[in-house]
């Protein structure tokens, strides 16, 4: 049963980069047929698809994020990051990661909060 | 691109059914799989229904999707209401581009 989990700080300081790591275990990603996705959720708001990548490296941004966001992939350690530049206080969210099959995301790791402030 | 339009809440009672609506804006609905997501308290998301209709292993019955092109929405049902069914409930697709779109939730009360 694969299961993910997110790591990383849960406070960045306005205009810096922001950075988390998705563990997945239980399932390797370099296996094909899946993508790996990251989705924030706002406090008290919907969900946002950031974009995703597959083992091989290819990846596809939501166009909202695109200029900011950079999602790589480290088959040897079976994790997959997410990197968003130049935040604000509008990033301040729960980011999730996610298996995702042809754009449905099952199973999600459990969030991690990541609050964006000085 | 296109949104996924859900209301923002609804409320039934224990036993009784309750369907959650999800408008697509623009395109057809049966042009890519809808998903439904239910989100509880401090939770992530999980799934509910895949691929319009489809139900995961672990998910009861009482739980069934549809899409219905001459609205072009797809509408999760909940029937047999029970208290612990009580939580947000999302939509999602995807467009041609393959980006994941979201409907904005609903809340679900069971009172």
């Known amino acids: 049963q694969v299961q993910l989990q997110e790591s990383g700080p849960g406070l960045v300081k306005p205009s810096q980069t922001l950075s988390l790591t998705c563990t997945v275990s239980?399932?390797?990603?370099?296996?094909?047929?899946?993508?790996w996705s990251w989705i924030r959720q706002h406090p008290g708001k919907g969900l946002e698809w950031i974009g995703y990548?597959?083992?091989?490296?290819?990846?596809y941004y939501n166009p909202s994020l695109k200029s900011r966001v950079t999602i790589s992939v480290d088959t040897s350690k079976n994790q997959f990051s997410l990197r968003l530049s130049s935040v604000t206080a509008a990033d301040t969210a729960v980011y999730y990661c996610a298996r995702d099959f042809n754009r449905w995301f099952d199973p999600w790791g459990q969030g991690t909060l990541v609050t964006v402030s000085s | 691109n296109f949104m996924l339009t859900q209301p923002h809440s609804v409320s039934e009672s224990p036993g009784k059914t309750v369907t959650i609506s999800c408008t697509r804006s623009?395109?057809?609905?049966?042009?890519?799989?809808v998903q439904w997501y239910q989100q509880r308290p401090g939770s992530a998301p999980t799934t509910v229904i895949y691929?319009?209709?489809?139900?995961p292993s672990g998910v009861p019955d009482r739980f069934s999707g549809s899409i219905d092109s001459s609205s072009n929405s797809a509408s999760l049902t909940i029937s047999g209401l029970k208290t612990e069914d009580e939580a947000d409930y999302y939509c999602?697709?995807?467009?041609?581009?393959?980006?994941?779109?979201f409907g904005g939730g609903t809340k679900l009360t069971v009172l």
């Open positions: 999602q697709s995807y467009d041609s581009s393959n980006r994941g779109v």
């Open positions: 239980g399932g390797s990603i370099s296996s094909g047929g899946y993508y």
């Open positions: 990548i597959y083992y091989s490296g290819s990846t």
């Open positions: 623009s395109g057809s609905i049966a042009s890519n799989y």
């Open positions: 691929e319009d209709n489809q139900r």
